[in-house]
């Protein structure tokens, strides 16, 4: 080390630092270590859930679904689950099985899934139930206080009433 001179040394000072912070840093990014902490805080039932959704939208579909279908199994009041249960029903076209969830989740807990009235409505629509949808869609406008949802209900209360 006799040999080198000022810069020199401070360069290869500055070497050894960025190296040692580099050996220290996080190797995931902040939010996925936020993420991973909630996860694991994460009460059991609650984790279960969150994996049975995530398998739904990925690429198990019917396992998410059996999952669910063994939550609602083992706690029939469950609002989550048999909410999640109509909203899978919605998008695969079953219609009477997203009926009967989303009843049970108004008689379950109403005010934890306002949302629940839309959903009714629009499923009793498409059924063809029209007294029963402008009813669902009234109580839901009462229930948002979005300017945006509530012309969008209009709108679908006039197509309704004009059938």
């Not at 810069?7 to 500055?14: K, N, S």
């Not at 996925?32 to 909630?38: G, S, V, Y």
């Not at 469950?78 to 009843?103: C, I, M, P, T, Y």
Request: proline content about 4%; hydrophobic content about 45%.
């Amino acid at each position: 080390m006799m040999g080198l001179k000022k810069p020199q040394l401070l360069a290869l000072a500055g070497a050894v630092i960025v190296i040692v912070l580099l050996v220290l840093a996080p190797r995931t990014p902040s939010g996925k270590q936020e993420e991973a902490a909630a996860t694991a805080a994460m009460d059991p039932a609650k984790a279960r859930m969150a994996e049975a959704i995530a398998l739904v939208q990925g690429q198990e579909p019917m396992r998410g679904i059996m999952m669910l279908r063994e939550i609602v199994q083992e706690d029939p009041a469950n609002a989550e689950a048999h909410w999640h249960l109509g909203l899978f029903s919605v998008q695969s076209g079953q219609w009477d099985k997203a009926l009967d969830r989303f009843k049970k989740v108004r008689d379950l807990d109403e005010a934890g899934f306002p949302d629940v009235w839309f959903y009714l409505g629009r499923t009793y629509a498409t059924m063809d139930s029209t007294d029963q949808a402008i009813a669902c869609f009234t109580k839901y406008k009462t229930l948002t206080q979005d300017t945006a949802i509530i012309n969008g209900v209009d709108r679908f209360l006039i197509e309704l009433k004009n059938q």
